[in-house]
C-alpha cells in the first residue's frame, strides 16, 4: 500500500510539473482576414493586429521582456488587449511594464483595451487605479465605445463592448455612430455574441475561457459559463450567424498556474489589402 501511494504521489508530482511548465510554452497564432467589410467596403491598406487576453498576471509565466522578445521582429499596426488583466490591487504595478514593451512594438494606431469579468472584481478605486495604468501608457481604454481611425482614407472602427458575464455590456451605445468601414469588435466574453443578432460587425476578438485551461478529458469545469461552450466554442476562430470571431486562450492562467491540454496564446490577425488578396488568387 505504502509503495502504491508513493508511486501515485509521483505520477501526480511529474504531471503537476509538466502541467506547470505548459504555462511557459507559449504559441503564437496567425491568422489571415479578409480585405472586405460586410457593408461593402473594400479595405486597400493591411492591417495587422496583435491580439492578446487573459493576462491574470497573478498566474502568468512569460514575462515582459519575454513577450516583447517574442514580438520585436513582427511589424504591429494596432494593439487588442480583451480583458482580464488582474483581479487583486496589489498585482495592478505588475501591468506596467508589459504596457512599457508593448509600446516598444510602436504599434502605428495604437493600442485598445475592454475589460472582463476578473477586473471587476477589484473594488472602485483600485478598478479606476488599473484604468489609469492602461490609459497612461498610451492604452485606449473602451467601455461600450467606438474609435475610428483611417487607413489610406478609409474607415476603421474599433468597438468595444465591455464584459458580457459580469452585467457591463451595452451594445446600442457601443454601435453608435459606427457607419460604413470595417467592423472590429473587442470584448472579453464571447457569449455577447447571442445577443448580437441586429448588430453587425466585420470581426470579433475574445477570451475568457483559456481554451479550457485544464482541458482533460474535455472541459467539463467550462459548462457553467455560457451557450457558446455547449457549442463547443471554447477556442479558435468560429462562425456564429454568419459573422467571424475569434476566441483567445489567453495568455496567463486563472486559479493554478498550470494548463493541460491548451497552451498560452499570442494571436496576431492579418487584415489583406484588396491587391494583396488578389495576388494570393493570382499565385493560387
Known amino acids: 500500500m505504502y509503495l502504491m501511494l508513493t508511486t501515485v504521489a509521483i505520477l501526480l508530482a511529474m ?11 507559449v504559441v503564437i497564432n496567425t491568422l489571415q482576414l479578409d480585405h472586405e467589410s460586410t457593408n461593402g467596403v473594400i479595405q486597400e ?5 496583435l491580439h492578446l487576453s487573459d493576462l491574470h498576471l497573478e498566474n502568468i509565466s512569460i514575462s515582459p521582456q519575454q513577450l516583447y522578445d517574442k514580438l520585436k521582429d513582427e511589424s ?30 510602436k504599434p502605428a494606431y495604437g493600442m485598445y483595451a475592454v475589460f472582463g469579468n476578473h477586473d471587476y472584481v477589484l473594488n472602485n478605486k483600485s ?20 474609435r475610428t481611425i483611417l487607413l489610406d482614407g478609409q474607415p476603421f472602427h474599433i468597438i468595444g463592448i465591455d464584459d458580457y458575464g459580469t452585467g457591463h ?11 460604413k468601414g470595417f467592423r ?30 485544464i482541458l482533460y478529458p474535455k472541459a467539463y469545469h467550462l459548462v457553467k459559463m455560457g451557450k457558446l461552450v455547449k457549442m463547443n466554442m471554447i477556442k479558435g476562430l468560429h462562425q456564429y450567424q ?11 492562467q486563472t486559479g493554478l498556474n498550470i494548463r ?23 499565385v493560387g
Open 15 to 25: 504531471i503537476g510539473i509538466k502541467a506547470y511548465q505548459n504555462t511557459k510554452h
Open 45 to 49: 491598406a493591411p492591417l495587422q493586429i
Open 76 to 105: 504591429i499596426d494596432l494593439i487588442a488587449l480583451t480583458g482580464d488583466f488582474l483581479d487583486r490591487k496589489r498585482t495592478i504595478p505588475k501591468l506596467e511594464p508589459y504596457l512599457q514593451k508593448l509600446n516598444l512594438l
Open 127 to 146: 478598478f479606476q487605479d488599473l484604468r489609469e495604468v492602461l490609459e497612461s501608457n498610451n492604452c485606449m481604454v473602451l467601455q461600450n465605445e467606438s
Open 169 to 179: 455590456s451595452e451594445l446600442a451605445p457601443s454601435f453608435e455612430g459606427v457607419g
Open 184 to 213: 472590429l469588435v473587442l470584448t472579453h466574453d464571447p457569449n455577447v455574441v447571442l445577443e448580437m443578432k441586429d448588430y453587425s460587425y466585420d470581426y470579433l476578438l475574445s477570451g475568457h475561457f483559456h481554451g479550457g485551461q
Open 242 to 252: 454568419g459573422r467571424a470571431l475569434y476566441i483567445s486562450e489567453g495568455l496567463g
Open 260 to 282: 493541460i491540454g491548451s497552451r498560452p496564446e499570442i494571436t496576431i490577425h492579418r487584415l489583406q489589402s484588396e491587391a494583396e488578396a488578389i495576388q494570393e488568387k493570382v
